[in-house]
């Protein structure tokens, strides 16, 4: 989608993960179908079970893996 990509989130079968172009690092590109990349929680709603994410290198401004 033209605003991010839709991702499956392990561990969790039921969860509906959203990367959003604008959560992206400054010049950062969307993952390719098919490639595991680290991200953190930027927000959720329990009723639907849909998260936001964001990716780990624009964790706290600095590059820096999830953990």
């Known amino acids: ?3 991010g990509v ?3 989130i392990e561990g969790q079968p039921d969860a509906l993960g ?4 604008t959560a992206l690092s400054r010049g950062g590109e969307l993952p390719a179908l098919g490639v595991c990349f680290e991200a953190v ?4 709603t329990v009723h ?3 998260v ?3 990716s780990a290198d624009v964790e706290g401004g600095a590059e820096r893996p999830a953990g």
């Open 1 to 3: 989608m033209p605003f």
């Open 6 to 8: 839709f991702v499956e």
């Open 18 to 21: 959203l990367l959003e172009t």
């Open 41 to 44: 929680v930027a927000d959720h």
């Open 48 to 50: 639907n079970w849909q």
């Open 52 to 54: 936001r994410l964001r």
